[in-house]
């Protein structure tokens, strides 16, 4: 498949995406009646399977992306940004209070045996709104009053999503940290980051002396290597520095244990806890993570072919054709599977990227780099999470995993970027 943007130049519409959006639906589809089905009745289908509503919410999703992408001015989405971000951002306050609650989470709407989760739009309405604002010709991130805006713009959803005890939808806007790079931020930024989610884990399984000297040594060590590049005049400011962030680094340190036995949910703490090894339990919180790695496993190379997964028949893995529908994958289609289904996600995001940095507009680049960087958390968090790389915190895949809300949402931010590229080419 040619990941070129030539079929773009040639028609103003992106097939590739579309034809990758597609292969990942259907090999979706089937696994999810492979999740659900009877040995008794295997070719039974019902209104009630959650087959069925996945083709029904399949339907009404390309209903949308068509009238996106053929009907709805692209023009539209940028103009009107800033109402669909308040729009969305008064519905997720709304959830808090009139939503339905689903395994502690206020996060849902319920009409009837319909359901809809706002933080769905929540990914659009906040990419769209970022793309516009960093698209402005005097937006700088250098600016501090330009990133502080940008950076409540992403923020503020992600606030409100956590209130509704959804820590997984919530922690999906930390990606787009990655925009904020690729648009001129610092990658100090990324070191940041990374080195406080290093010492977090650190200080739940090290003694907390101990993760204060592993800073020290990695403050001195970057000390070592940059004092020669400093300027006589800036060193004494290069060295305050370095024991500024020494200083908040402690007190970070010894912050965490607050943290993680004051503010995080009891689940969400057992869950970290089984993930780290700080504490053992198979039958419980870990369950699913357990017969997850075991359903993958017993697959092997091949797997055990289509509609033959024993983990998957019996019912061993909870959740199996959402949350944890990629252990279907390696237990049927083995290590095979797998990486076709691997190599599907890492074209259409490469795909993604390659376009948008073709695009013509600095809003139709930012907001692919929106797309590409949310689909990529999902698949990082959804597979590592089935295969105990990462704490379960319960995202889907994109256009994979069963749900209306998820399907429909993410054909949506996708058709959305395929109208903008169709209108810029024409």
């Not at 070719?43 to 083709?55: E, Y």
């Not at 209903?63 to 308040?86: D, H, M, N, Q, R």
């Not at 503010?263 to 919180?285: C, F, S, T, W």
Request: net charge positive.
């Amino acid at each position: 498949m040619d990941l070129s943007t030539n079929s773009v130049r040639k028609e103003g519409f992106d097939k590739v995406i579309l034809i990758l959006y597609l292969l990942i639906v259907t090999f979706g589809i089937m696994n999810i009646y492979s999740s659900e089905h009877s040995i008794t009745e295997p070719f039974n289908l019902t209104m009630s399977m959650r087959t069925v509503k996945q083709l029904i919410w399949l339907g009404i999703s390309l209903f949308v992306g068509i009238a996106i992408v053929f009907v709805v001015s692209a023009k539209l989405f940028e103009t009107y940004s800033p109402v669909i971000y308040l729009f969305t951002e008064f519905l997720l306050i709304a959830v808090i209070f009139l939503g339905v609650e689903i395994k502690g989470s206020h996060s849902w709407f319920a009409l009837g045996p319909v359901r809809f989760q706002p933080a769905e739009l929540a990914k659009i309405a906040t990419s769209l709104y970022l793309a516009a604002i960093m698209s402005y010709p005097t937006f700088s991130l250098h600016k501090w009053k330009d990133f502080i805006t940008a950076a409540i713009i992403v923020l503020l959803p992600m606030a409100t999503i956590l209130l509704e005890n959804e820590t997984g939808s919530s922690l999906v806007f930390a990606s787009l940290v990655f925009v904020f790079y690729r648009e001129g931020l610092s990658g100090w930024l990324l070191v940041a980051l990374g080195a406080f989610i290093l010492f977090f884990i650190l200080s739940l399984i090290l003694p907390l002396w101990v993760a204060v000297v592993i800073l020290a040594s990695l403050l001195l060590v970057l000390f070592a290597f940059t004092i020669k590049k400093v300027t006589k005049r800036r060193r004494l400011r290069f060295m305050t520095t370095l024991g500024a962030i020494f200083l908040a680094g402690t007190a970070y340190i010894y912050s965490v244990n607050y943290i993680f036995n004051n503010i995080l949910l009891d689940h969400q703490r057992k869950r970290i806890a089984v993930l780290l090894g700080i504490m053992e339990d198979p039958l419980g919180i870990g369950y699913n993570v357990t017969q997850s790695m075991i359903a993958i496993g017993s697959g092997g190379f091949i797997g055990k072919g289509y509609l033959n997964g024993t983990q998957n028949i019996l019912g061993f893995v909870p959740e199996q054709s959402t949350d944890f529908i990629f252990c279907t994958v390696g237990e049927e289609w083995g290590f095979i599977g797998c990486l076709f289904l691997l190599g599907l996600y890492i074209a259409l995001i490469l795909r993604i990227i390659l376009v948008s940095e073709r695009a013509k507009t600095a809003f139709c680049r930012i907001y692919g780099y929106c797309l590409a960087c949310i689909i990529f958390f999902h698949v990082i968090v959804n597979i590592g999470m089935t295969i105990g790389l990462m704490p379960v915190i319960g995202i889907p895949l994109p256009f994979f995993s069963y749900g209306g809300s998820s399907l429909l949402g993410f054909t949506t931010m996708l058709m959305i970027f395929l109208a903008i590229l169709r209108s810029e080419k024409r």
